[in-house]
């Protein structure tokens, strides 16, 4: 007899139910191709380049267009240290095609396999290897399709012509430190910008970054559980540290240089960068403190920039997907705080209001403007909070009209008529994604993802006065005149830019299954979580200790008015920020919380990094102060309540020594507590028998901690 899989197991194997998921969308102008990666099956790693043809007359159809077991043989995938950091820094697990990039017309697409360049034709079956310089890292096709750009492992950015001939370096590094069309580490890990460089709309040039990471302190990452490896080298700029050197230069084809100038003193932080055919190149550079930015326009021909707008905010600015852009009659397009709503501005014009908080622009039309939103402020006065839900809008001069329709978290990917619309539900695992013509349904992809072995059942809510948006998840089967009052398992992120109260079904599996082994188990997102105004998101500046756990408890104690939490029971578990929520937790707030488990936690913030912990905190150098305050190892001798720190040691983005310190903290204040260190892992934890071991060994913890019996066996 086969043992059903449990869900640990599942969920490990399958990367969390993401194999097999249809992903990463690019529509063609014409409408008639849609390219987008998926593996073979719900525990295949290997994405496959794949094409929905999408013929005048007759039934869509799917193909292969490259298969990366088919291009690299028996010897199988090999990772670069470098592609490996690229990939921890975008959370990729997966393997095989793992990105793309096609020319305008969607006919052909680059990538990378081992560090070999690949181009696959789109309109037909088929992808060959170029003969590129490599290990490759990020290629890229013009628009028109004739030359490939690529950056390399040894700081090179290179081209080659679409049929293998004439590669050339565009750009080399002056010495070791120096790199030309890579994005940096804080570009990569807190700007969202993964790029370094920009091919013009005409394919004759690229706008290259050159980074120069000399200035950059260096940490060293070694392998304990394996002494005889060297330590690892990583320029990782903490708080109050320098950064790397970021400047810009535009390349031609011919070979000529062309220096980009800007005020790099006063705004050194490039944050994003957009060249289409509605205007000339776009900058959008930041200052150190991001309390003020730049939109700047480009000459390409003298490198010269002029200022398009300036914006200043006393809090923070922060960043968008999608944005800036131009329109295609040449007005600029941009995600602004404005009034205390987070609103969509083209030109000199704001085109949503309070109803809406816009999350990101996905696409620039010709008549209109594509974008995600959660309900804003006005929507939710109005009696529709729609807890965790985002939308897929179109605006326009004329007004806005919401394309997604069923209660979700949507997205879209657009181009001419056709979009591509992806939807996951509260009621049904995974996404469903369907390809629209003119608002009519002409395909669906199919995911091959597995289907858990559980079904979630979070209730949304909003908690207490704050209104906090909350899940609640009992045991599968409760009763509560049976069961009485449950044990809680608080389990947030709580921190900037990490939503997890979702209108979808996935969302909620590991909760759902903390739920039951006997817990109920609550979900907030407080205050400096996204998804409801930008002075909600902004209520935790200088403050993370005391904001976001402060809604923690308000949510709990609230929800215990309604639902059956046992209130002398309450553990609490997180991840990266969750998990310095969850140890400062039992450090401050004994008295709501009875046990934590850290993972990955930040315990002392001059050890992150300085994009992130800057916005946040300012300068450790002008506000000491605020970084004591938020410091978890300064609150060691407070600790009274049992503790488990979890970490791998292969981190480079919350580095061990986190971990490390709290521990001796705790060590020399003669407070017990438990340390699980991860041979071999980084900030994700991807390998199957880690991942599903760690759920385990919480809920073995959660349980001792708690006094709670051990489950029945049989």
């Known amino acids: 007899m086969t043992k059903e899989i449990s869900f640990p197991r599942q969920h490990s194997r399958t990367q969390r139910f993401t194999l097999g998921a249809p992903r990463s969308f690019t529509v063609s102008p014409d409408g008639r191709r849609v390219v987008f990666l998926r593996s073979a099956g719900g525990a295949e790693r290997a994405n496959l380049l794949q094409v ?5 007359e007759g039934a ?60 696959a034709d789109l309109l037909a079956e088929g992808a060959r290897e170029l003969p590129a310089a490599g290990p490759v890292l990020d290629p890229r096709p013009a628009p028109d399709g004739r030359h490939i750009a690529y950056a390399t492992t040894g700081g090179e950015l290179r081209v080659i012509a679409a049929d293998g001939s004439g590669d050339r370096a565009l750009a080399s590094p002056e010495h070791d430190d120096v790199v030309w069309g890579q994005a940096e580490f804080i570009a990569q890990e807190e700007m969202y910008r993964s790029h370094g460089y920009w091919w013009a709309p005409e394919g004759d040039r690229l706008l290259a970054a050159r980074v120069d990471s000399a200035p950059v302190q260096r940490l060293w990452i070694a ?46 932080y490039l944050a994003r960068v957009h060249w289409s055919a509605g205007g000339p190149p776009l900058l959008l550079v930041q200052a150190r403190d991001q309390h003020s930015q730049l939109f700047l326009a480009l000459d390409p021909a003298t490198g010269a920039t002029t200022p398009v707008h ?21 007005r600029l397009v941009r995600i602004a705080d404005e009034g205390g709503v987070r609103a969509l501005a083209v030109g000199a014009r704001l085109l949503t209001g309070d109803a809406l908080h816009v999350r990101a622009v996905l696409d620039v039309g010709a008549d209109d403007i594509l974008l995600s939103a959660s309900a804003g402020e006005g929507a939710a006065a109005e009696g529709s909070p729609e807890v965790g839900e985002v939308h897929v809008y179109r605006v326009a001069e004329a007004g806005i009209a919401r394309v997604s329709t069923e209660p979700g978290y949507h997205s879209a990917v657009r181009s001419g008529g056709l979009t591509v619309l992806v939807s996951a539900a509260p009621d049904r695992p995974g996404a469903l994604v369907r390809v629209v013509r003119d608002g009519v349904e002409v395909a669906v992809i199919a995911s ?57 079904h996935n969302a909620h599996l590991v909760s759902q299954w903390f739920a039951d082994q006997g817990f109920a188990v609550v979900v907030a997102d407080g205050r400096g979580t996204p998804g409801r105004s930008p002075g909600w998101e902004k209520a935790i500046a200088f403050d993370f200790a ?29 991840w990266s920020y969750g998990g310095y929520l969850a140890a400062l937790a039992v450090l401050r ?37 605020v970084y004591a305050a938020n410091s978890l190892t300064a609150d060691a001798a407070k600790l009274t309540r049992p503790l488990q720190l979890i970490h791998g040691l292969a981190d480079d983005n919350v580095v061990v020594a986190h971990s490390l310190r ?11 507590h438990e340390v699980l260190p991860l041979s071999g892992v980084t900030h994700m934890t991807p390998q199957e028998e880690v991942a599903e071991n760690l759920l385990l060994l919480q809920v073995d913890f959660l349980r001792r901690s708690l006094g709670l019996k051990p489950p029945t066996a049989g």
């Not at 043989?73 to 793309?100: N, Q």
């Not at 521990?663 to 204040?669: D, F, K, P, Q, R």
Request: net charge negative; hydrophobic share 40%.
């Open 589 to 625: 707030r004994p008295d709501v919380f009875h046990a934590a488990v850290a993972g990955a936690p930040v315990t002392e913030w001059t050890l992150y990094d300085t994009h992130y912990t800057e916005r946040y905190l300012g300068d450790p150098a002008v506000r000491p102060e």
């Open 310 to 330: 300036a914006e200043e905010d006393p809090v923070w600015l922060d960043l968008f997907p999608g944005v800036p852009a131009w329109t295609q009659d040449g």
């Open 448 to 504: 091959l993802a597995q289907n858990p072995v559980l079904t979630a059942r979070p209730v949304l809510t909003l908690a207490g006065k704050s209104r906090i948006p909350a899940a609640v998840l009992l045991p599968t089967g409760y009763d509560r005149e049976r069961d009485g009052l449950l044990p809680v398992l608080m389990n947030p992120y709580g921190g900037p830019h990490g939503q997890v109260v979702l209108a979808a």
């Open 60 to 119: 869509p159809s799917e193909r292969v267009a490259a298969d990366p077991a088919a291009l690299l043989g028996a010897g199988g995938e090999e990772l670069t240290p470098e592609e490996r950091a690229r990939r921890e820094r975008s959370r990729e697990s997966s393997s095989g095609v793992v990105g793309y990039a096609t020319d305008a017309e969607v006919t052909a697409a680059a990538f990378a396999l081992s560090g070999r360049l690949f181009l």
């Open 52 to 56: 929905l043809d999408l013929p005048v």
């Open 662 to 672: 709290l521990s001796s903290a705790l060590l020399a204040a003669g407070r017990a």
């Open 546 to 574: 005391g904001s976001t756990l402060d809604d923690q408890v308000e949510a709990v104690q609230a929800l215990a008015e309604e639902y059956p939490l046992d209130l002398t029971r309450v553990g609490i578990r997180g």
């Open 223 to 268: 392998d304990p559980a394996n002494p005889e490896r060297p330590a690892t080298e990583v320029a990782y700029p903490k708080a109050g540290s320098p950064n790397a050197e970021v400047s810009l230069a535009v390349l031609g084809l011919d070979g000529s240089r062309t220096e980009v100038e800007w005020d790099r003193a006063a705004y050194p």
